[in-house]
Structures are given as structure tokens and as C-alpha cells.
């Protein structure tokens, strides 16, 4: 699974859509976009921090 797919996942698991999304991790709302597009590649790090971050917060499984 590409990184792309992974941020689709883990989005759709924690219920919230990209704009609470993006406010959530406080990333600009076009960039969270570009990357759910494939226009932009996001950084394998960020996307582990994010998921990291939704499951202390018991948000994802």
C-alpha cells in the first residue's frame, strides 16, 4: 500500500473528513488535498507520525 492509500485509510478509520482532517493535524487543507490527489507525495515519516498520533488518541485501531 502506497502512501496515498494509507492517509485514504487512515482518514476514513478515524470518521473525520479532509477538512477536519487537516485542521486536526493543522496542515493546510490544499496540501492534505495535493496528497490525497497523488499530486504531491507526502513524507512516509509525516504519514507515520499522523498514524501514530490518531492511535494514542484511540481515534484509529
Not at 26 to 34: A, K, L, S
Amino acid at each position: 500500500m502506497d502512501s496515498k492509500e494509507r492517509l485514504i485509510q487512515i482518514k476514513e478509520e478515524s470518521g473525520m473528513n479532509w477538512k477536519e482532517f487537516s485542521a486536526y493535524f493543522q496542515i493546510p487543507y490544499r496540501t492534505v488535498q495535493d496528497w490525497e490527489r497523488g499530486n504531491r507525495k507526502m513524507p512516509d515519516y509525516l504519514l507515520r507520525l499522523m498514524e501514530n498520533k490518531l492511535r494514542i488518541e484511540k481515534l484509529i485501531e
